[in-house]
């Protein structure tokens, strides 16, 4: 029997309750990371609920309770296969949440993203609510994959209207579910950038891909020359639409070519012509190394993460 959206997605939502009242936690690792620990000898198939749900592991039936099973099928993330099953989603702890997003490898088109990046931009997010000082009434994570940051500011910040948006349906239902087991309100839009949103807003908060990624997936391929394209686009639509004393707080890569930083020049440059303060700073200064054998990196000395704050005055 097919079962509608709503009902894939309640079962969905009773499943990771379940997991919480289980007291399953695990960290998401990097693909990289992911792939090493899943080759060691003994790590082919699932022996515990952590192998399941964070691993990836194929697994037999017996091995979790038979109501979980039953609301895998439910929430059509339950695959069969000739090594038995499979989870289609992971679930991964941050900021005392869980959070639901696709499973490993993330190679399809509109897989949802969730690793250590997630939580480096929500710890920068976070860290800036903490300086903040003028209320929060409307906030707008671009490109919210899981929801995570915004889920973030809504649990901040309750009674501000915080809107998710993404061009990735898929993203923005796993948004949805997340913000419902994290008992927060929040707004899933699809909207490329802020196109199909309007007015103005007191945060923008966005992790958008920075990767030159040669299969094109929505949630790696940043676009330009380097990656850098959809991160700048970011700063061009903040610009634009940041309230009097709204900020923009952007977490992304930087690719760093004879000692230059190209998109920082780029990005304070339009900061700069909108009449924004900005402040730019260098989170990790050397992350993803694995990728400067990429013919797209030949000429970098490194891939930096890098976040830019850039906040509009207030009219006197």
């Known amino acids: 029997m097919m079962l509608d959206q709503h009902e894939t997605t309640q079962a969905l939502v009773e499943l990771v309750q379940a997991l919480r009242e289980d007291g399953y936690a ?39 309770p038979s109501r979980w099973v039953a609301l895998m099928r439910r929430a059509n993330v339950l695959a069969e296969g000739a090594d038995g099953l499979r989870s289609t989603i992971r679930v991964s702890s941050l900021d005392g949440e869980l959070f639901v997003h696709s499973a490993y490898p993330p190679e399809a088109e509109d897989a949802v993203f969730f690793g250590p990046d997630t939580a480096r931009f929500v710890s920068a997010v976070i860290g800036h609510l903490d300086t903040r000082t003028s209320p929060l009434r409307r906030a707008v994570d671009i490109g919210c994959g899981s929801g995570a940051a915004g889920i973030a500011v809504a649990k901040r910040a309750p009674d501000a209207e915080v809107v998710l948006v993404d061009v990735n349906p898929a993203a923005l239902r796993l948004a949805g579910v997340n913000a419902k087991l994290a008992a927060v309100t929040v707004e899933p839009r699809q909207s490329n950038l802020l196109s199909a949103v309007e007015g103005s807003f007191d945060l923008i908060v966005s992790n958008p891909p920075f990767m030159v990624d040669r299969l094109g997936r929505a949630y790696r391929h940043g676009g330009g020359a380097a990656g850098e ?67 797209a990196y030949a000429k970098a000395d490194r891939i930096a993460l890098v976040v830019l704050t850039a906040t509009r005055r207030h009219q006197p």
């Open 229 to 295: 394209g959809l991160s700048l686009a970011v700063v061009e639509a903040a610009a634009e639409r940041l309230a009097p004393g709204g900020s923009l707080v952007l977490f992304t890569g930087a690719v760093i070519v004879d000692g230059e930083d190209a998109f920082r020049k780029a990005a304070t440059a339009v900061c700069e012509r909108a009449g924004l303060d900005w402040a730019y700073r260098e989170f990790d200064s050397d992350a993803y190394g694995e990728e400067l054998a990429d013919p």
């Open 26 to 64: 695990f960290t998401t690792v990097t693909p990289a990371s992911h792939a090493h620990v899943n080759r060691r000898p003994g790590n082919e198939r699932a022996r515990s609920i952590r192998d399941v749900f964070g691993w990836s592991r194929p697994f037999d039936e017996g091995l979790l």
